[in-house]
């Protein structure tokens, strides 16, 4: 993307981060906003600051990602989730701009024997799926220059991270228990950052599922971290999501199937190449 002006919400975000170190890279604008410069839940302060940035381009990667606090506090997750991410939208449209909304594979409610496609039903089984479903809703309403891009299972540089998680358990010598009957599709933020930027000069309202390929369980997934890192001696006793009680429950078959994007030639590699570079640039390669 060249010659943009590009306006990124949550940019201190796993995700939010990488779109504008990419961004940064090429001759565009780029205006990131942290939460505390750009709280999306405040109507006035998004219409004011979105129209004074003149935007060609506004990326909502803000979002309540605590899916355990959103069932703890559901209201403040759809004030986030939902109207926030509305107000984005319709601040984008006074503004002439096209919105891109992030949202999740959770506002699938898992019960499906494939993975989902752009085109299925959302039925959200928690609170945080309903939010951004809410979400979702708002910005198709407000925006009809909308690109919402689902995703799942995410895994970054830097921050909350279950690649880290389930490798310190192993350095700590802790036993691992790791879920087996859910199922999605991991996902690196560098691969999906670039497939955003393409889709964004695309220019094609619509929804969008843009996950690495394949699936994977939480413990299969473990298991391959655990592998390719040099922890291959270190066993995992996979378990029942029944057996990992949670305040939200999360859907047990919520894979996602890129139908859309790869009509425009956008696909992401296999979620094991991802991680595994991923793995090569933290220096956890084994
Ligand atoms: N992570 C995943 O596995 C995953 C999976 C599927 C979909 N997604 C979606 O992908 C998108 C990006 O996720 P992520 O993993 O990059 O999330 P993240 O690392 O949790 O970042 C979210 C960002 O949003 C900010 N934020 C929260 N409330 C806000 C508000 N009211 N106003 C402005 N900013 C606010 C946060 O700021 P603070 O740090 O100050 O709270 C943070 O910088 C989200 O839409 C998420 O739903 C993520």
């Known amino acids: 993307m060249i010659g943009k002006r590009i306006l990124i919400t949550g940019v201190t975000g796993r995700l939010g981060s990488r779109l504008a170190a990419l961004l940064e890279n090429g001759s565009n604008t780029v205006m990131g906003f942290d939460r505390s410069a750009l ?14 940035a003149h935007p060609d381009i506004v990326i ?7 899916v355990d606090g959103c069932a703890r506090d ?21 503004a002439r701009a096209l919105i891109v909304h992030i949202s999740t594979n959770e506002v699938f409610d898992g019960s499906a024997a494939r993975p989902y496609r752009e085109y299925d039903a959302p039925c959200p089984i928690n609170p945080y799926g ?3 479903w809410a979400g979702e809703q708002a910005v198709i309403r407000v925006n009809p220059r909308h690109v919402i891009v689902r995703t799942a299972w995410l895994f970054a540089h830097g921050g909350r991270n279950f690649v880290h998680a389930i490798l310190g358990a192993a350095r700590a010598g802790k036993p691992l228990r790791v879920v087996c009957d859910e199922v999605a599709n991991p996902t690196y933020t560098y691969d999906l950052a670039d497939a955003i930027i393409t889709l964004a ?7 969008y599922h843009l996950v690495n390929e394949g699936t994977a369980t ?7 971290i655990l592998d390719r890192s040099g922890y291959a001696d270190t066993p995992i006793t996979p378990i029942l999501r029944a057996q990992w009680p949670r305040p939200s429950c999360p859907p047990a078959h919520a894979a996602l ?8 030639g956008i696909r992401l590699r296999p979620w094991h190449a991802a991680l595994d570079s991923f793995l ?3 220096g956890l390669l084994a």
Not at 60 to 66: S, W
Not at 218 to 224: E, I, K, L
């Open 280 to 282: 090569e640039r933290e």
């Open 39 to 52: 709280d999306i839940t405040d109507w006035a302060t998004v219409r004011q600051v979105i129209a004074n």
């Open 130 to 132: 309903e939010s951004k």
């Open 60 to 66: 909502n990667a803000a979002a309540m990602t605590d």
């Open 74 to 94: 559901p209201a403040l997750a759809h004030r986030i989730n939902g109207l926030g991410a509305g107000n984005v939208a319709a601040a984008a449209y006074a």
């Open 257 to 264: 199937d890129n139908t859309a994007a790869a009509l425009l």
């Open 218 to 224: 939480r413990s299969a997934f473990a298991r391959r």
């Open 201 to 207: 000069q695309a220019e094609r309202p619509g929804i």
